[in-house]
């Protein structure tokens, strides 16, 4: 996953060394397998590094991170796509501070990244789940939302808690 990324931008290299060095040999890591590591983590620590290298004024260094999420998000298998909109979209979200620079964060995402932050966005602001509707048949391309009081998906097409025909 990380291969692109370090290709087209070294100076992310020793974040990526220092976490595999920092997780490989942690006695407490409990992953399946002796390469699993906890990649959200970094995700997370490259999404914070790139808000302060756009502060910062580097511009071509997020251009061509964010061109690897868009490839991560386009050609991923289900977990690659995953962790870059939960691991790494919504860290931006979650980490930004003010409008103009969650503006241009969002401007220069690629249409992929622009459909998931705008998701993300409808996820915490009306319950949205996070489902690709756009993979469905046009008769089931429904929004979902949560209701907080049931906890059950309900359909916004009509559906409602003591109707729902789950």
Same mark, same amino acid.
């Given at each position: 996953m990380f291969d692109p990324l370090l290709e087209a931008l070294p100076a992310?290299?020793?974040?990526?060394?220092?976490?595999?060095?920092?997780?490989?040999?942690?006695?407490?890591n409990h992953f399946d397998a002796p390469g699993d590591l906890p990649e959200y983590l970094l995700l997370g620590d490259l999404g914070r590094w790139l808000i302060d290298l756009l502060n910062a004024g580097n511009l071509e260094e997020v251009r061509l991170a964010l061109a690897v999420v868009e490839r991560w998000?386009?050609?991923?298998? !289900?977990?690659?796509?995953?962790?870059?909109?939960i691991g790494f979209i919504e860290t931006l979200q979650n980490n930004i501070?003010?409008?103009?620079?969650?503006? !241009?964060?969002?401007?220069?995402? +690629?249409p992929e990244g622009q459909?998931?932050?705008?998701?993300? %966005?409808?996820?915490?602001?009306?319950?949205?789940?996070?489902?690709?509707?756009?993979?469905?048949?046009?008769?089931?391309?429904?929004?979902?939302?949560?209701?907080?009081a049931v906890n059950i998906p309900?359909?916004?097409? +009509?559906?409602?808690?003591?109707?729902? %025909?789950?």
């Open positions: 992310f290299r020793p974040m990526r060394e220092a976490f595999v060095d920092k997780w490989a040999g942690n006695a407490h998000l386009l050609e991923g298998d !289900h977990y690659v796509k995953e962790a870059a909109t501070e003010d409008d103009d620079t969650r503006k !241009h964060f969002f401007d220069l995402l +690629g459909h998931w932050w705008k998701k993300l %966005d409808r996820f915490w602001t009306n319950g949205e789940h996070l489902v690709d509707e756009r993979k469905l048949p046009a008769d089931k391309q429904a929004t979902w939302t949560i209701d907080q309900l359909w916004r097409a +009509g559906r409602t808690p003591n109707g729902a %025909d789950d």
